[in-house]
């Protein structure tokens, strides 16, 4: 098995990618060892001296680092990624499921043909560019002008995440959509 690794944007995060399919469809985002729970896969990254957050992507794994060097963290989360898929163990817990849409979207009932509008932008334009970069973005609501979105993986927590925010999509939803004045995350 190959895997091969990719910087992002955000230093303190590395894509891992295994060369098959990681999860299908959604996303998963664990932040501590308790909530890696949910993932066999993240449960053997946590162990991982240093390790302070994992990202599972469609195809890719996104692990974030509290401390330490890459060049020290990555054998042996090469070596826990590999163990992993070699076991045959699955990648979410018996009854666990991948994060789907946020069922927590707020907006007033008169602006659902502006919020469709939005989420295909960040469905076609944004999350494919986002996801090349370790990391996600979903819609999370949309009021006064300002459309609410939030970020996972490596755009979680990124130096560059304002400026993407600010300087990219910003500016592309105003573009499409001239209700909306900002974006902010949440």
Do not use: Y
């Not at 957050?53 to 590999?82: N, Q, Y």
């Not at 008169?110 to 999350?127: F, H, N, P, Q, S």
């Not at 979680?156 to 900002?182: D, M, Q, W, Y």
């Amino acid at each position: 098995m190959f895997i091969q690794t990719e910087p992002t944007p955000n230093p303190a995060t590395l894509k891992f990618l295994p060369g098959r399919t990681v999860l299908g469809d959604g996303t998963l985002e664990l932040r501590s060892s308790d909530e890696a729970e949910r993932s066999p896969l993240a449960q053997r990254l946590f162990e991982v001296n240093g390790v302070n957050g994992v990202f599972l992507g469609s195809d890719f794994i996104t692990v974030t680092k509290a401390d330490g060097e890459w060049m020290h963290l990555k054998p042996a989360i090469l070596g826990a990624i590999m163990e992993h898929f070699m076991s045959g163990a699955p990648i979410l817990a018996e009854g666990v499921a991948a994060d789907g849409a946020d069922d927590d979207e707020f907006f007033a009932e008169g602006d659902a043909e502006i919020v469709d509008t939005i989420k295909e932008l960040i469905e076609t334009r944004v999350r494919p560019a986002v996801a090349n970069d370790g990391g996600d973005i979903t819609f999370r609501g949309f009021r006064d002008g300002v459309v609410f979105l939030n970020m996972k993986g490596s755009c979680s927590g990124c130096p560059s995440s304002t400026a993407t925010l600010k300087n990219g999509i910003e500016n592309l939803l105003r573009h499409f959509v001239p209700e909306v004045v900002e974006v902010r995350p949440v």
